[in-house]
């Protein structure tokens, strides 16, 4: 089970840590956050180090679509509602900015990168007006389409002209080498600004934590704040291609993208933990849609997803000076990775950034979901049954589709012999 990316990735592995280092800032996970927190710093001339417990790009971020695009479903007219428009055209503005930095990196670095439109769709004609009504007031002309060119059932679609897509690992791979990057270099335990490793200690003034789910608990309460969320990916050659990016705005619809002469349908999504369709509702509508097409491969993603759908990025929490955080990207991984580095590089060298207010982690989060997780949270832990995750306890369950332990609280993964696969938690199953 690799994704596209993966399969046809080439170029070497980075050095691995040897021995006790110092530097200025320290980034934990070599993802594209990660990636692109160290390329800037780079550039603004500061000393970093970069380190993964894997391959570059190995985690989330191989298993990503890989769209870049400042349209993330109908945020819009829910950003408007709960914080105003001055907010949401900052979102909007974050993001823009964020696409036109991958466009200037894609022309420097061989990754495949094409511009593309993209359009959300939806079956309710209302949350479509709602959502073209959003990005009015906030200056953005949007383009409405009433037929999609798919087969799903469309009132209408919203489209940003002119976003874009690549190919992520080749996008990484492309400006790694000139990065101080230690890979194979797992980070175990954070005292205070040493980061502990089985290769030797990395003292730091300042710590960026880029591991798609922060893995302190006892500041910030991440793990109250967010959930993770699983969806699936089939690659397919069919008999047509389509030249524009299309998502659907429910959680439970369908996503699709063009690449090469394949096409990406995604679906089938599920918190982690629970069940869901997973790749045989997408194989059973390629069926029935796609009737000459042969899959190419198939593979999974998992997402952070936030209370107010806006990432988390800035300092890890109130009473955490010096120590910052990258999370919550809520499927739109890309973007939020280019904001999260643009915002983090400013505030590691002291400058305002704009938009910071914006993805503030430490802003009000009393919404309804935080009761659901704690419920959930509460309700595993008194389920008398094993495996438990090693991240706070929580009973796993078993995924039969993907043949994982997963979390149901807080969404650490585990393969079918108790290794660890996706954080929060720290430590294998004990055997």
């Known amino acids: ?75 819009y007219q829910e950003i408007v509602k709960s914080y105003g428009v001055a907010k949401a055209e900052m979102y909007l503005k974050a993001n823009m900015e964020a696409l036109d930095k991958y466009l200037e990196l894609g022309q420097k670095v061989d990754c495949n990168m094409e511009k593309a439109d993209s359009y959300v769709y939806s079956s309710d004609m209302h949350k479509v007006d709602n959502e073209i009504k959003a990005l009015l007031r906030i200056g953005y002309k949007t383009k409405f389409i009433e037929k999609v060119p798919l087969p799903v059932t469309a009132a209408g679609a919203v489209g940003f002209e002119g976003q874009a897509h690549f190919n992520p690992l080749m996008f990484i791979d492309g400006i790694k080498d000139e990065l101080n990057l230690y890979e194979n270099t797992y980070v175990k335990e954070l005292d205070g600004r040493r980061a502990i490793t089985d290769k030797g200690v990395i003292s730091a003034a300042k710590i960026i934590i880029a591991t798609h789910f922060p893995f302190i608990n006892r500041h910030g309460f991440y793990f109250m704040k967010m959930y993770q969320h699983r969806s699936y990916v089939v690659a397919i050659k069919p008999d047509y291609n389509i030249d524009a990016m299309y ?38 509508f390629i069926k029935r849609n796609y009737h000459d097409s042969h899959e190419i491969c198939h593979w999974a993603a998992q997402d952070c997803m936030t209370l107010d759908k806006i990432p988390y990025i800035g300092e890890y929490s109130n009473g955490t000076a010096g120590l910052y955080v990258a999370t919550g990207f809520n499927k739109w991984g890309m973007t939020s990775s280019m904001v999260s580095a643009m915002i983090l590089a400013d505030m590691i060298e002291g400058k305002e950034n704009d938009y910071a207010k914006v993805f503030d982690p430490s802003r009000s989060m009393l919404k309804p979901q935080i009761l659901a997780n704690l419920g959930s949270t509460v309700k595993n832990l008194i389920t008398p049954t094993s495996p438990r995750c090693t991240h706070l306890g929580c009973a796993l369950k078993w995924n039969k589709q993907e043949r994982t332990w997963d979390c149901p609280c807080h969404g650490s993964r585990y393969d079918e012999n108790g290794n660890i696969i996706d954080n929060p938690a720290m430590r294998d199953l004990k055997k």
Do not use: P
């Open 1 to 75: 089970m690799k994704s596209v990316w993966s399969m046809s990735r080439q170029g070497s592995e980075a050095k691995q840590l040897d021995g006790n280092v110092t530097t200025d800032v320290l980034i934990i996970g070599a993802g594209m956050a990660g990636i692109l927190c160290a390329y800037f710093l780079k550039e603004r001339g500061i000393n970093y180090i970069l380190v993964d417990g894997g391959r570059a790009g190995d985690g989330i971020t191989c298993n990503t679509t890989a769209k870049i695009t400042a349209q993330h479903s109908f945020i």
């Open 247 to 284: 998502v659907d705005e429910n959680d439970k619809g369908m996503s699709f993208r063009q690449y090469e002469d394949m096409l990406f349908v995604g679906g089938g999504g599920h918190k982690t933990g629970k069940l869901g369709g997973g790749w045989q509702e997408l194989r059973q």
